[in-house]
């Protein structure tokens, strides 16, 4: 397996984050999660928050010595600490650019800083062609990359005791319709759904909507979370926002579990096998998934196909990540 002859530092202004890790690890490097938790995300404590994580990751620079730093964003200001440690040290850095930092609206107003550091970056990294001519066109190098290998512990495992078992990759956010996810789980009594994410964000509103057949799993250990996807029929994950890369989905058919996922382009470009693609309307969820119950060997094998055809197009992407930090 190619490594990068620098030592890399992959920090994350997260609690967690498994493409970070994963990454990091498919690169021969360390995950670094800096995050001050105590101080929530409110707007009177946020600025102490961001400075704290600011001076835990020069520290954690310094303290590693990294020959090349990935750093995650949002938030964009991670990456000043990474721009300061180039400064003094000439070590370059690599922004990895979730589609929040360039779509969500909180982050419109910090878009000239992003722009302005991701020039001064080796590369920008992001998911699809609509982001990287984002950064493009802002005069910066962009390197798409679509999704990463996973690679889950082993130990814990995760009992499932449905019929037909589906995994639900959930958080709660904004752009999910939990909702109309409940009320499709509903009409589907012969399933059991497994939804994960942590429930304190889910609206009590809505909470109170969740049928029997629904399991809120709440935090799950990383090899919990992966004996789930791993076993689970299928892996339900939906967006309501376009140009959105659903990590859920590359996870699941990286374990050659087949999904269940919203039809905006850039998911049907990036699963053509293994997947049914729904609208995220309560129809089109009910039909997707007897869909994938009556032709789930049909979809699994799409699965495997699709899982081997990611795992060569990472081998070309990472040699290209790897020479840009040279």
């Known amino acids: ?16 984050c498994s493409r970070s890790d994963h990454t990091a690890r498919e690169l021969g490097g360390s995950s670094h999660m800096i995050y001050m938790p105590g101080l929530g995300s409110h707007a009177a404590t946020i600025i102490f928050k961001y400075c704290g994580q600011f001076f835990m990751t020069l520290r954690t620079l310094l303290r590693e010595k990294p020959g090349a730093v990935f750093i995650m964003s949002p938030p964009v200001f991670a990456v000043l600490p990474a721009w300061i440690y180039k400064i003094f040290t000439g070590v370059p850095f690599v922004i990895d650019t979730h589609s929040a930092a360039l779509l969500m609206p909180r982050w419109r107003h910090f878009q ?7 020039q001064r970056a080796a590369t920008t990294i992001v998911h699809n062609e609509h982001l990287a001519a984002i950064v493009r066109q802002n005069g910066a190098h962009a390197t798409i990359v679509r999704d990463v290998p996973v690679k889950f512990p082993t130990g814990e495992k995760f009992n499932l005791n449905g019929e037909f078992n ?21 009409k589907c009594k012969n399933m059991h759904f497994y939804v994960t994410g942590n429930p304190k964000h889910l609206d009590p509103a809505l909470k109170a909507q969740k049928p029997g057949n629904v399991t809120l799993t709440g935090f799950l250990s990383d090899s919990a979370y992966g004996d789930l996807i791993c076993h689970a029929d299928v892996v339900l994950t939906l ?8 990590r859920g989905a590359w996870e699941a058919i990286y374990q050659k579990t087949p999904v269940v996922i919203s039809n905006w382009q850039i998911l049907q470009e990036n699963f053509p096998e293994g997947a049914v693609h729904v609208d995220n309307s309560v129809s089109a969820i009910v039909q997707g998934l007897e869909m994938m119950r009556k032709n789930h060997n049909v979809f699994k094998s799409g699965a495997e196909n699709l899982c081997a055809a990611k795992q060569n197009r990472w081998l070309e992407t990472k040699k290209h990540i790897l020479e840009r930090l040279n």
């Open 166 to 186: 589906i995994a639900v990759v959930c958080s709660f956010n904004y752009d999910e319709p939990v909702e109309a996810l409940f009320t499709a789980a509903a």
């Open 1 to 16: 397996m190619q490594m990068s002859d620098k030592k890399i530092c992959y920090i994350s202004w997260a609690e967690n």
């Open 112 to 118: 000239w800083l992003q722009h302005w550091l991701e």
């Open 239 to 246: 967006t309501t926002r376009d140009h959105t890369m659903l």
